[in-house]
């Protein structure tokens, strides 16, 4: 075998180096890393894997690297010269070879010249196991003998450090070659050799799992620094998400503090006006007080008259006994009753006449525009619903009296509750939810009799929708004898009334009509139902102050009958509509109207009244009742014509020089009814829900204010 062949062979029997250490420029120097400190499973360990065919092509690739770096390796240490035996010692045959070049032939490998010299073969000495070094610090890669290191190439040093330092030390140990029959010499070199390659491959396997814990470790320290980091992006996450939610709540607390500063302001100047309209009261009634001191005054001495009446009255009465018995003859009596008949006719009309004068006095006491406040019931869907009442007290005997309270709710801007509120309303007359409509037409019937005396009498039933102003007026669809509207109920009192002036010789002509006013415009209920006729309200009278409605329907009525046929006719015609406030919700202001024309045969009096009984539109929110389309053009005129209602009274309150009567349909038709030549009368409907509680509260301030309102005396028309 030839030498190349032989360093051939020899690197093929080395352990083949862990694929972790070598590179793309060749094999790197082995470097052992300390164990990781990580507990390794015993199941993830692997036992080192026995070198096969692949190994050994590695490696023989490996050893033409190392041959290409031209490594040199170190001179070998010579054992000790012994005596020849006739053999060639290793050392001078490989300086031999390396001197003479090798021929080869196609019959076989060239052979060396002979060599004079011939010693004896060393003994085999047994293969020494090296204490594997301290591996060193991490990341620093272990360096090669310095013999190693000054014959090593650029491009593949240190791949070929290893192999170099394997063929050095293999070179040292080399034996001489043993002569052919010395199989048992050549046995125990093998064996050597077997037990070196054995320990080198054990130093191999063990740098080789050591690396693969390593790897191990390292992947368990990649996955716990990936778990922090997405932990770390959801904190990161959670913590923007929490800073937007704080700018919202900035912004809401910053736009919530603008609004309380406008409410402040809003409050401070409903304060300037409250203080204005409180100093205003105060002086008007200090004018109602002389205003009564001096009623009551002629109150006085209309009571003294009367009591001197009656004592006139006892004297003439003792006068008629005493002239009765002194008549003797049938004749003579006759005469006398006959006279004392006529006497008494004549002070029943004195009678009759001071009656009337003392009724139209009290009622101007109780002043020009009286009004009612009358509180419905919770109806039965309400009570079905469980809708909450408001808390209404009534605390006068005379029924005078209404008391509401506001309960104690939350601060807008939070902290305590606000305390609750009590509000107190005076009027004329307060009808609690359970009266009837009997108890209500008893307090106006007075006012209606005046109708019939010659005045200009309107009542007018004003409140929120679904407040009862309807039920009040005009009564249910299908009425009862107990549930008959103020408007029939006056019929028949008239009618009853009329028949028993009858015997005191008054006779009297009635013509009704009725009319609705619709979004500004007059619509004659009594008429065609598809009529366009246009109707336009005129002052007519020699002064200008009589109110006529132009081409409307007027009939003549003889009976109380023939008025509730008319009553269903207008109904039939009127305008009402759903609405989310009530369902059957009146969309107009209704007028029905009562001329009364009086002729005395026994005295040739006349007199003219008229009769306006109105029930006006509710009032309604558009956010509560959500109007759309022809429901909203109707809720902004019906709106509308009751705030110009409000700026009439409150033009008649301040005694301005200009009443705006003209700004309205319904303020221009009830011209003479407000403007002191008529008794008026306001009924204010509120409602009980405590949802309506604003509303409520709204309508029973303006009844206020009209029932403050003072227009003058009413004066009789008389012909």
């Known amino acids: 075998m030839s030498v190349p062949e032989e360093e051939t062979a020899t690197a093929l029997t080395q352990p083949r180096p862990p694929l972790s250490l070598m590179n793309q420029s060749g094999p790197r120097v082995a470097t052992v890393k300390p164990q990781s400190k990580l507990p390794v499973p015993s199941s993830t360990k692997k036992r080192p894997r026995p070198a096969s065919d692949e190994d050994a092509s590695i490696c023989e690739d490996q050893l033409h690297d190392t041959k290409r770096s031209k490594i040199v390796p170190p001179t070998p240490v010579p054992p000790p010269k012994k005596k020849a035996t006739g053999m060639v010692s290793k050392p001078s045959v490989l300086k031999a070879r390396s001197r003479a070049p090798v021929t080869r032939s196609t019959s076989g490998p060239a052979r060396p010249k002979p060599v004079a010299s011939v010693s004896k073969p060393p003994p085999p000495a047994r293969a020494r ?71 080198t491959n054990s130093a191999l396997s063990q740098a080789m799992e050591e690396t693969r814990e390593r ?20 904190v990161q996450t959670q913590a923007e998400e929490r800073n937007r939610k704080l700018e919202r709540e900035l912004r809401d607390k910053e736009e919530r503090l603008e609004e309380l500063e406008r409410k402040k302001s809003r409050l401070q100047r409903d304060y300037e006006e409250l203080e204005g309209d409180y100093k205003a009261a105060r002086q008007e009634i200090n004018g109602y007080k002389t205003t009564i001191s001096q009623m009551t005054s002629e109150k006085m001495g209309i009571e003294s008259e009367r009591n001197n009446l009656q004592r006139t009255m006892e004297v003439l009465k003792e006068d008629l006994r005493k002239k009765s018995e002194e008549c003797c003859g049938k004749e003579k009596h006759i005469k006398e009753l ?18 009337r004068k003392l009724h139209n006095t009290i009622q101007e006491l109780k002043g020009n525009i009286r009004v009612f406040c009358r509180v419905r019931p919770m109806v039965g869907d309400e009570i079905e619903t469980g809708a909450s009442p408001i808390t209404m007290a009534f605390p006068d005997i005379d029924g005078k009296m209404i008391e509401l309270e506001k309960p104690a709710e939350e601060s807008a801007v939070g902290g305590a509750k606000k305390k609750a509120q009590l509000y107190e309303f005076s009027f004329d007359q307060v009808f609690k939810p359970q009266s009837c409509q009997g108890d209500v037409f008893d307090e106006i019937s007075q006012l209606v009799q005046s109708a019939l005396d010659g005045y200009n009498v309107c009542i007018f039933a004003y409140g929120q929708t679904g407040s009862g102003k309807t039920y009040t007026m005009e009564g249910p669809d299908t009425p009862s004898e107990s549930s008959r509207g103020m408007i029939p109920r006056a019929a028949e009192q008239i009618f009853e009334t009329a028949q028993s002036l009858e015997d005191k010789g008054w006779t009297y002509n009635m013509k009704a009509s009725f009319l609705e006013i619709y979004n500004e415009t007059i619509r004659d209920l009594l008429g065609a139902a598809n009529s366009k006729e246009k109707h336009d309200i005129k002052l007519t009278g020699s002064k200008g102050t009589e109110v006529e409605v132009t081409n409307l329907t007027v009939t003549k009525v003889t009976s109380e009958l023939q008025i509730h046929e008319l009553l269903q006719k207008a109904a039939t015609n009127r305008a009402v509509a759903a609405t989310n406030c009530n369902e059957r919700s009146s969309r107009s202001h209704s007028v029905f109207m009562l001329r009364l024309h009086g002729t005395n045969s026994n005295t040739g009096e006349e007199c003219e009244g008229v009769l306006n009984l109105i029930d006006l539109a509710g009032s309604e929110r558009l956010d509560k009742s959500e109007s759309k389309g022809d429901r909203l053009k109707e809720t902004k005129n019906i709106n509308a014509s009751l705030s110009q209602l409000g700026n009439v009274i409150m033009a008649l309150g301040n005694k301005d020089s200009h009443i705006p009567y003209r700004n309205s349909k319904l303020t221009h038709l009830l011209q003479n009814s407000l403007g002191g030549n008529s008794k008026t009368l306001m009924f204010v409907n509120v409602s009980p829900r405590e949802e309506n509680f604003s509303e409520t509260l709204s309508s029973l301030r303006f009844a206020t204010k009209v029932n403050q309102t003072n227009i003058g005396t009413a004066q009789k028309k008389v012909k």
């Open 129 to 199: 196991t090296a204490a594997p070094k301290p591996a060193p610090p991490r990341g620093i890669a272990a360096r090669p003998p310095p013999s190693t290191r000054k014959t090593t190439s650029a491009p593949s040093a240190r791949g070929a450090n290893n192999f170099a330092g394997a063929a050095q030390n293999a070179a040292a140990d080399k034996k001489p070659k043993r002569a052919a029959w010395d199989y048992k010499g050549r046995l125990e070199d093998m064996t050597d050799k077997m037990k070196d390659i054995t320990t």
């Open 215 to 234: 790897v191990f470790s390292l992947e368990s320290e990649r996955k716990q620094l990936e778990g922090a980091v997405v932990q770390k992006q959801q």
């Open 338 to 355: 006959e006279e004392g008949i006529r006497e008494r006719d004549g002070k029943l009309q004195d009678s009759e006449a001071t009656r």
